[in-house]
């Protein structure tokens, strides 16, 4: 297995690398809102596999490019990776290696990286601003791990190799944390509204022993106090979002709806036996003008 030491000129726009001596590529990052605003066009996108327990990093996904180099006439591929800050800290580096595998799932060769000068926010995707261009065409998939964190407080966070554990993406996120049922997906978004009003209810709470997936979707270390994405307070959820709750909550908004209707029927009465009166008194000062009969002969 080769060990590829490059170094990525961060003030250039091309993809141009010149050979390193300390082992690490460096490559310059952008954050993003959502992967949306990411606009390269991509052949092949992939999401990473698993999570490190306890990382504060996820890697949200890899996108393979294949580009024409208009100097040689070759068609080259490319590869970009896009990361999200699951803590409640902001990042500012990371260090990782990439082993990119063939369509065996056979090692080809591993990159170690570094990605500086982030300041990705809690809850925001961060990655490459550029694609790197692969040497290897036979490459169809990449694992990377994450091996040393940043934040912008000065806190460090490292891999601790031997207790690592793979949490595949799939135990996750997968068919179990849907709320399939509609109306008690709507009861409890009645609660959910109430603490983040503006972040739409996706799936249940889920808390484990090394995360939490919060109602609005976003994967959490299980330290965070509150939620990366939407900032909800976990212990807000657990109060608010309980059975005895959300029956309580639907509750008041059915005695809300038969109150409405109420209201909107007392409206609607009074609109209607306002029209009739106006229509009576109109009929009567029309009769009173009227031009008198009397004295017409037959």
Request: charged content about 30%.
């Amino acid at each position: 297995m080769s060990e590829i030491n490059k170094n990525y000129n961060q003030n250039s726009d091309n993809n141009n690398l010149n050979v390193k001596d300390n082992g690490f590529e460096y490559l310059p990052a952008v954050t993003f809102t959502t992967l949306k605003d990411f606009e390269e066009r991509a052949e092949k996108i992939v999401r990473n596999g698993f999570w490190q327990d306890s990382s504060p990093v996820i890697v949200e996904e890899y996108r393979f490019i294949e580009k024409k180099n208009y100097r040689t006439g070759e068609i080259e591929k490319h590869v970009a990776a896009h990361y999200r800050n699951i803590s409640n800290d902001t990042i500012t580096a990371i260090r990782g290696f990439a082993t990119l595998l063939n369509a065996f799932d056979e090692d080809i060769e591993t990159w170690s990286f570094e990605i500086i000068d982030i300041l990705a926010k809690p809850g925001e995707i961060f990655g490459n601003k550029h694609f790197v261009r692969l040497d290897n065409h036979s490459v169809r998939k990449i694992n990377i791990h994450i091996v040393k964190i940043i934040f912008e407080n000065t806190e460090k966070w490292s891999l601790n190799a031997e207790k690592e554990k793979l949490i595949p993406i799939n135990n996750i996120f997968n068919d179990s944390i849907l709320i399939n049922d509609d109306l008690q997906k709507f009861k409890i978004n009645l609660v959910w509204n109430r603490i983040s009003p503006k972040i739409k209810l996706s799936n249940k709470l889920v808390v484990s022993d090394d995360y939490w997936l919060c109602h609005c979707g976003a994967l959490n270390l299980i330290s965070n106090k509150n939620c990366c994405q939407c900032h909800a307070k976990l212990i807000d959820i657990k109060k608010s979002i309980t059975d005895e709750n959300i029956e309580k909550i639907y509750e008041q908004y059915l005695h809300c709806i038969d109150k409405l209707k109420l209201f909107l029927d007392t409206e609607r009465n009074h609109i209607e036996n306002n029209r009739i009166k106006n229509m009576l008194t109109t009929a009567s000062s029309q009769k009173k003008s009227w031009p008198s009969r009397k004295g017409a002969t037959s």
